[in-house]
């Protein structure tokens, strides 16, 4: 099947790149409002950025059914714009799967706006990390997200072997 793009409704584009690109790891994005309230939703439209400077972005997806903006976004954006210039992530694992999925809506897609936020404060588990920052996933179990209401789990893994890599690629 070939499908140019531009030719796509948007219910199609949404099924084909949340079915293709998986799995996608889950940001449980917490914000404050300017006044102060509590807001806490999933994203899986979610990636690294960079490590120098560590930063990590998140997309946000169309409005909300009303039309208005999404609250983290509102939330997340700068002052100027109105919002704190600040968010939180968390990583989604199998722990918390149904009251993270609780915290969403349904998805309207439409105009997205890409977040990009610099990490200044790292939060972790000391039970998760050893003394040189390894990451014990097999404990963090964190979840990836299908498409539709499908996840993955991060314990099916494999290791290639070295020789496979190229000298200074590791
Ligand atoms: C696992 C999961 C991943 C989601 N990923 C995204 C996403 O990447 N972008 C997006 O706009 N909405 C995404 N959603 C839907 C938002 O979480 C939903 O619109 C939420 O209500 C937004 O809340 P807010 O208005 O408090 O920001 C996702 C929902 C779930 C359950």
């Not at 939703?41 to 903006?69: C, E, M, Q, R, W």
């Not at 964190?142 to 991060?154: D, I, K, P, V």
């Amino acid at each position: 099947m070939h499908l140019p793009a531009d030719q796509l409704p948007i219910e199609a584009r949404y099924k084909l790149l949340t079915g293709t690109v998986i799995p996608r790891p889950v940001a449980v994005v917490s914000t404050l409002s300017t006044e102060g309230v509590t807001n806490l939703a999933p994203f899986s439209y979610f990636n690294i950025v960079g490590h120098a400077p560590l930063a990590l972005s998140f997309a946000v997806a169309g409005p909300k059914p009303d039309g208005t903006l999404k609250d983290t976004l509102r939330n997340a954006h700068l002052p100027a714009q109105g919002g704190t210039g600040e968010f939180v992530v968390n990583i989604a694992t199998e722990h918390y799967a149904v009251q993270m999925a609780r915290t969403a809506t349904p998805l309207a897609v439409g105009r997205s706006c890409l977040v990009i936020g610099e990490i200044v404060y790292v939060h972790i588990d000391d039970a998760l990390i050893d003394g040189r920052f390894r990451v014990d996933f097999e404990q963090l179990r964190a979840l990836g997200r299908m498409a539709g209401s499908r996840y993955a789990r991060t314990s099916d893994t494999f290791l290639l072997d070295d020789e496979n890599f190229p000298p200074g690629t590791r």
